[in-house]
């Protein structure tokens, strides 16, 4: 089991950055999957962006070029560089983990999250 909790988010005018923070308890952090999902209003919720343990991250085309998903294993913290900021990126975004999938490259079911950061982007 993980335990996660999301820090850093907030209200910001589009163009403005923010970096979001997701502090871990876990014997073995550099093990897992994670990842940042976000929800908007009336919407479901999405993956945006995700780093193996091996480092190696994927983002969806509605933030690649512009936000940065990072992992510090030694203190066992996610983060996530968001530039560029749009009102559409309003949203509640939370953070994920999961354990390793059984082929290289993949991971199971996110099935352990944060409570949840608001960011608020206004026009």
């Known amino acids: 089991q993980v335990q996660l909790a999301e820090s850093g988010g907030g209200s910001v005018q589009a163009g403005g950055s923010l970096r979001l923070s997701c502090a871990a308890s876990?014997?073995?952090?550099?093990?897992?999957?994670m990842a940042w999902f976000r929800q908007a209003p009336g919407k479901d919720r999405e993956r945006i962006a995700r780093?193996?343990?091996?480092?190696?991250?994927e983002y969806a085309d509605l933030v690649k070029g512009r936000f940065t998903i990072s992992r510090d294993n030694i203190n066992k913290t996610l983060f996530l560089q968001m530039d560029g900021l749009k009102p559409e990126d309003t949203a509640i975004y939370y953070c994920?983990?999961?354990?390793?999938?059984?082929?290289?490259?993949?991971?199971?079911?996110?099935?352990?999250w944060g409570q949840g950061t608001q960011v608020t982007v206004s026009s």
């Open positions: 994920a983990a999961a354990a390793p999938g059984p082929v290289s490259g993949t991971c199971q079911d996110f099935r352990n």
């Open positions: 876990a014997k073995r952090y550099s093990w897992y999957c």
């Open positions: 780093i193996l343990n091996s480092g190696r991250t």
